[in-house]
């Protein structure tokens, strides 16, 4: 007897294990209800994502200039280069609105 509520203990432990740890294996991306129908929606956040990068880097990069780490020839060759990668980040966001805002040729 002692047998059986050990196998039934563990079976019970291993049932509760399982349901409590199974939200840590789903993967969880939340979603903007709006974008739902969007087929568009991954790359947006994509780019979204690195829009805010590039902005991040841009401010450390003039950070590092106004503390002395950057002369002012690095730092006008690197803020030119993060500015422009952000130019072609917010045109390709820019872009992707364009065809949300297009109607449908059907």
């Known amino acids: 007897m002692g047998a059986v509520v050990a196998v039934l203990t563990l079976i019970l432990l291993a049932v509760v294990i399982a349901v409590v740890s199974r939200p840590l294996f789903?993967?969880?991306?939340?979603?903007?209800?709006?974008?739902?129908?969007?087929?568009?929606?991954?790359?947006?956040?994509?780019?979204?994502?690195?829009?805010?990068?590039?902005?991040?880097?841009?401010?450390d990069t003039e950070l590092d200039y106004r503390t002395g780490k950057l002369s002012t020839e690095d730092y006008d060759a690197v803020n030119g280069a993060l500015r422009a990668e952000a130019v072609e980040i917010l045109d390709r966001l820019d872009a992707l609105d364009g065809e949300r805002e297009e109607p449908d040729a059907e």
């Open 26 to 59: 789903t993967a969880h991306t939340p979603r903007d209800p709006s974008e739902l129908d969007d087929s568009q929606a991954p790359a947006r956040s994509e780019l979204e994502v690195a829009r805010e990068a590039k902005y991040r880097e841009i401010r």
